[in-house]
């Protein structure tokens, strides 16, 4: 396994072409918008380094019967998807951000299992081709962004009736060697931290849409791919001369960027689905499973974070004992394991596929990310109602700095005098960042939009329901067969 130094270090040989703020960036590993979001992702090969995780952080490869990184497991019991839960959590504790390693873990759960379930049906060798980089990205402990939400344009019409052919990435060019891509591929977590992207079909297709129905991986920095930054809330405090404070979070964070493929070439070995249309919707359905049970532990580990700034912030003003405020405590935490109960449930109800690894069960982890496009909106709106108006009117660190207002800020923004002001600044300014700033990208929108938006789960409880044996339920015990 790597280092998070070696693993940071092994960034810096990439050539990757990103756009940001109109500019191109000629160096990423140290672009200071950038950089928090590669700390993050740096702490999920920390972990793996240190003994005292070693046990959630670290797993047996199938594969090859090496220890890896638990981000690159293939798992392999119910106990391994709880345990990818609970690293997910500890990770969100860690960094209060998204960390973003775990788009890669999802994907390759669910390639694994598709392509061996496409090669049964359809005589392909997808399969073998995916073992053979996965294997490559265990050993080297590689990290992987998978790409799965393309930019979709007119949303009634599918991928091959569109306008314009490239809304949905498609094959534009078949060479004995292998394919042409080109399209889009949008919030695209993490991307800038990985050395491969992982890409996969957005929706299930028909017969028709065989040049969308495309799954492949490819070096991040591959020839004719270009990135646009996305821009999140607050970002450029990060750039300020005084950058202690206002960022509320001065070492982690996460970023989207919009991945756009010109004409890129894909080798025949590195192509894990190709026209098998049947097969499109099987991905997409295994992937948004496990990154909704994802998010029962990563938003739960960011929650934690949340909540012990709330405690702090009300400690802080002195009004930690009012029954309220100790009312509205108790319902975060109420709201926050409730999804941490659900991203135990899905898990522990899994159940193995064709190819070995363990899947979710789907029913639970779909309730489980419907509840994340809810929560995370009730802990934050509770935070910034204990948090009070201070969290968005207090001065800039710069004022703070200015020997004119110092004195001011210092002694007028006093809460409880034990506590030195800046204290309390800075953690008002994290409650802030996690609600309302860079970090609510993924604690909030994300939590709402990513893994899927919440009809796409209500689709799939409805399809997981059983309503025919609900019904069958309720005619014997109201004993519908003794009316003829
Ligand atoms: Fe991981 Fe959560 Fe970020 Fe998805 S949103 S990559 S599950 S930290
Ligand atoms: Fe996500």
Known sequence: MMTSEQYIESLRGLNMKLYKFGEIVENIVDDPIVRPSLNSFAKTYELAQDPQYEDLMTATSNLTGKKINRFTHLHQSTDDLIKKVKMQRLLGQK?????????????????????YETD????????????KFWTKVQDEDLAVDGAMTD?????????????????????????????????????QTGYLNSHYVLVMPTISMRPGDEDYAISFACPTD?????????????????????????????????HEVLVIFDHVFIPN???????????????VERFAGYHRQ?????????????IGATQLAVEMAGCAKASHVKDKIIEMNHLNETLYACGIACSSQGAPTKAGNYLIDLLLANVCKQNVTRF??????????????LMVTQP????????????????????????????????????????????????????????GSPQAQRIMISRQANMEQKKALAKVIAHLDEVK
């Open 95 to 115: 960094t209060a951000a998204c960390f973003q390693r775990c788009v890669g873990m999802d994907a390759a759960n669910a390639v694994y299992s598709s392509t």
């Open 120 to 131: 049964e049906a359809c005589g392909t060798k997808y399969h073998e081709n995916f073992v």
């Open 151 to 187: 930019v979709k344009g007119d949303r009634g019409l599918s991928p091959s009736k569109q306008a314009d052919p490239d809304l949905f990435l498609h094959v534009v060019e078949r060479t004995p060697e292998g394919v042409y891509v080109t399209g889009a591929k949008a919030h």
């Open 222 to 254: 591959a020839e004719g791919i270009t990135l646009i930054l996305g821009r999140q809330s607050c970002d450029t405090r990060k750039t300020e001369q005084f950058n202690n404070i206002d960022v509320g979070n001065k070492t982690y964070g996460g």
């Open 269 to 283: 070995d590195m192509i894990f689905l190709n026209g098998e249309v049947q097969f499109a919707g099987m991905i």
């Open 294 to 306: 994802s998010y029962g532990g990563c938003k739960v580990g960011v929650g934690d974070v949340l």
């Open 376 to 389: 995370p909106y009730d802990i934050a709106r509770l935070a910034q109602d204990l948090a009070g108006g």
């Open 396 to 451: 800039s660190e710069a004022d703070y700095r200015n020997p004119a207002t110092h004195d001011y800020i210092e002694k007028y923004l006093k809460g409880v005098d034990s506590v030195p002001t800046e204290q309390r600044m800075r953690v008002l300014r994290l409650v802030e960042n996690m609600t309302m700033g860079t970090a609510a990208v993924g604690y909030l929108p994300e939590s709402m939009h990513g893994a």
